[in-house]
């Protein structure tokens, strides 16, 4: 490679290899056709500097118990309450 990506633009998501959900985040890119981020710690077309501050907010987010954002507990507790919002609605009173 003779010359590097001096910006980039990573996804975020819960670590997977964490017991709890404040284990800290993974940063990387999306899998193709999905939302699961597949981790780069060593992408050779960053910059390493890049690569660095990955590292560094990788273990940043571990130490402090940062808890990413996870759109499927989002919108699966979202569906469930609306769910249950339109049977309280619709039953007569």
């Known amino acids: 490679v003779t010359q590097w990506r001096t910006q980039a633009k990573l996804a975020v998501a819960p670590n997977p290899l964490s017991w709890g959900s404040r284990g800290g985040c993974i940063f990387g890119l999306y899998e193709r056709n999905s939302h699961r981020v597949v981790p780069i710690p060593n992408c ?3 910059h390493p500097q890049i690569n660095k501050a990955i590292a560094i907010l990788t273990e940043a987010t571990a130490n402090a118990q940062t808890v990413a954002y996870n759109h499927t507990l989002i919108s699966s507790s979202t569906s469930s309450s609306s769910s ?3 049977a309280s609605s ?3 009173g």
């Open 44 to 46: 050779v077309v960053h």
């Open 84 to 86: 249950t919002s339109q």
């Open 90 to 92: 619709s039953s007569p």
